[in-house]
């Protein structure tokens, strides 16, 4: 019957697609549990050589999926999504002998790495805003590739021979670091900070709520970067 043939539809997908994802989200936390503890090692290597008592170098878990790292004057979010996704059909990437092969290949965890401005979360200006540096794309087998700015860019793009290593995470890390420090605020147009109104500015006076990013009006693919 009909009935049948749909619950071993059903039945195949559960076991397989849904086993996948699964498999996929749990070693993904695997991963990111990598990275925090990489992310702590270095905190504490850089804090041994940095004698400037100015100069920010911490870091903080925020649950299970995201670890807030100050570094001078700024903040990185480590943020792990909690849903696997799969590469859109029309990817160049399907044309690839590794993605070919096997379907599965093209399922992905995802960390995002977002860079703000430290003094955004330490006064709570919750108005300001942060910019998306780079997302790292793991699959069941730990291939990876990084979409992202800088070297993140285009040092971490051969997801068919890329495999998640130790010193992979390590080199990942320190290339955000890297790019958010060189990463400059810059000035705002003037005519965004041109007109206040009597509530605004009694809120700057109290609070400096004046909306503060590295980049207003960043998008990641504002840039001339190729991405995947």
């Keep these: 019957m009909k009935i049948e043939e749909n619950r071993k539809a059903i039945l195949d997908l559960l076991l397989h697609k849904a086993a996948l994802k699964q498999n996929i989200a749990d070693d993904s936390e695997k991963i ?5 503890d990489t992310i702590k090692k270095e905190i504490e290597a850089l ?20 670890m807030h790292v100050y570094i001078g004057s700024d903040v990185l979010v480590f943020h792990l999504h909690n849903n696997v996704f799969r590469l859109p ?3 160049p990437l399907w044309g690839t002998q590794y993605f070919k092969e096997n379907d599965d290949n093209g399922f992905f965890g ?3 790495i977002y860079n703000f401005l430290a003094e955004s979360f330490i ?13 790292v794309f793991m699959n069941h087998e730990r291939h ?3 979409e ?3 070297q993140l860019g285009y040092l971490f793009r051969d997801a068919q021979n890329m495999v998640l290593s130790n010193d992979a ?9 890297v790019f958010a420090i060189e990463f400059d605020l810059l000035i705002p147009p003037y005519e965004i900070v041109a007109d206040l109104t009597v509530g605004e500015i009694q809120l700057i006076s109290n609070n400096l709520q004046i909306q503060t990013g590295k980049r207003l009006g960043f998008k990641m693919k504002s840039d001339d970067n190729d991405f995947f």
Excluded: A, W
Aim: net charge positive.
């Design 123 to 135: 006064q709570n200006r919750s108005n300001d805003q942060g910019n998306l540096i780079g997302r």
């Design 148 to 150: 992202g700015k800088g």
């Design 144 to 146: 990876f590739m990084i």
């Design 47 to 66: 804090s041994k050589l940095v004698k400037d008592p100015r100069i920010r170098l911490s870091c903080k878990e925020i649950g299970n999926f995201e």
């Design 169 to 177: 995470i390590k080199l990942v890390i320190q290339m955000s670091f």
């Design 89 to 91: 059909d029309d990817n």
């Design 32 to 36: 990111f549990l990598i990275f925090k």
């Design 110 to 112: 995802i960390i995002y």
